[in-house]
Nanobody
């Protein structure tokens, strides 16, 4: 069983910085894609950023170049960095891992940006 857990969420002020982490583990764990999604109250879940095993990255339209996704060399941990948070970034952030055996979601971590 693959396990995924996010961390690093919290309360920050507008313009502040935050770095979210997503750690994945499991027997014979192999990640094809590691990605971040977010969902604000009353809103649909949206894609934020993703990174493929070959290093190619992709960002959602809502990001507007304000987020940076990265990973460790073992591809067990994926990060999401934002150095200029806005109130619109307030949401639960979820990590999604795509493996040859299916997709795995983490429980999410709350990010609240005060105005």
């Amino acid at each position: 069983q693959v396990q995924v857990v996010e961390s690093g969420g919290g309360l920050v002020q507008t313009g502040g910085s935050l770095r979210l982490s997503c750690e994945a583990s499991g027997s014979r764990f192999t990640a094809q894609v590691m990605a971040w999604y977010r969902q604000a109250p009353g809103k649909e879940r949206e894609f934020v950023a993703g990174i493929y095993s070959n290093g190619i990255t992709k960002y959602g339209d809502s990001v507007k170049d304000r987020f940076t996704i990265s990973r460790d060399k073992a591809q067990k941990t994926v990060y999401l960095q934002n150095n200029s948070l806005k109130p619109e970034d307030t949401a639960v952030y979820y990590c999604k891992i795509i493996t040859p055996w299916g997709d795995v979601w983490g429980p999410g971590t709350q990010v609240t940006v005060s105005s």
